[in-house]
C-alpha cells in the first residue's frame, strides 16, 4: 500500500526558510518522479518542482532560484528546501509521487506552510 507523509512545514516570517521532507512507503520509490505541490485558499493546486528519476528537475517561475527539490533514492525520501520565503508561498504543500508508464499517481496528505510576520 502506498503512502506519501509529509512532514517539515510551519510557521516562518518572511524571509526565512524551511526544509520539507517526505518519506514515502510500498512504492518502488527509484522509478517514481517525485514532486511537490501547493495549494493557497480558493486557488488551483499547482507544481512546485518535481524531479524525475533521471534526475531532470521543473519548477515553478514563481519559485526559482528560492527552492530546492532533492531526493534519497536509498532513503525513499525527496525533500524541498525553501528560502527567502514570501507571505504568497503560504500554502498546503503535497507531496506527490507519479510514474507514467504505470499510470499511477499518489499524494501525501499535505502540510502547512504559513509565511507571516
Known amino acids: 500500500q502506498a503512502q506519501l507523509v509529509e512532514s517539515g512545514g510551519g510557521l516562518v516570517q518572511p524571509g526565512g526558510s524551511l526544509r520539507l521532507s517526505c518519506a514515502a512507503s510500498?512504492?518502488?520509490?527509484?522509478?517514481?518522479?517525485m514532486g511537490w505541490y501547493r495549494q493557497a485558499p480558493g486557488k488551483r493546486r499547482e507544481l512546485v518542482a518535481s524531479?524525475?528519476?533521471?534526475?531532470?528537475?521543473n519548477s515553478a517561475d514563481s519559485v526559482k532560484g528560492r527552492f530546492t527539490i532533492s531526493r534519497d533514492n536509498a532513503k525513499n525520501t525527496v525533500d524541498l528546501q525553501m528560502n527567502s520565503l514570501k507571505p504568497e508561498d503560504t500554502a498546503v504543500y503535497y507531496c506527490n509521487a507519479y510514474n507514467s508508464l504505470l499510470v499511477l499517481n499518489y499524494w501525501g496528505q499535505g502540510t502547512q506552510v504559513t509565511v507571516s510576520s
Open positions: 524531479l524525475t528519476s533521471g534526475g531532470s528537475t
Open positions: 510500498g512504492i518502488m520509490f527509484s522509478i517514481y518522479t
